[in-house]
Each structure stands twice: as structure tokens, then as C-alpha cells.
């Protein structure tokens, strides 16, 4: 994936979860690694874990994700 692309998706992902209506999904990170995207920080639930993951694959699609939520 072109740089240019995977910035634009990160900045988007990040967006989607820094505005979301969940607290709890507001301080967690988005970083560029290789071919995609990993998810990082720490949430109460795997609710809020898989929640996160599914509102950042509506913006980028099928790019490859990893999920490296911690809940706590």
C-alpha cells in the first residue's frame, strides 16, 4: 500500500474512533505497520474491542487490520 494511502486511511480510522459517541474508544490509537493498520491501547470489554475494530473497517475496507486492544 502506497504511503500517501495508508496515511489517509490511518488519519480516517483514527478520526472515526477520536469522535465516536463511545467514550471509551476515544484515546485508542491507530498506527501505519507494513500492508496496514494496528489498533493499540486499552478498553473495559471486548465489546468495546471488537466495537473499535468494526468502526475502523467501515473506513478502510479490506485493508489488513490487527487488533491489539488490551482490555483491562
Do not use: C, W
Amino acid at each position: 500500500m502506497p504511503d500517501h494511502l495508508a496515511r489517509d486511511l490511518q488519519t480516517k480510522a483514527q478520526s472515526a474512533l477520536t469522535e465516536s459517541g463511545v467514550v471509551a474508544l476515544r484515546d485508542l490509537q491507530v498506527e501505519h505497520v507494513g500492508d496496514g493498520l494496528l489498533l493499540r491501547g486499552v478498553v473495559s470489554s471486548f465489546y468495546h474491542k471488537q466495537l473499535a475494530q468494526e468502526m475502523v473497517r467501515v473506513v478502510i475496507g479490506d485493508v489488513a487490520l490487527v487488533n491489539d486492544i488490551d482490555v483491562r
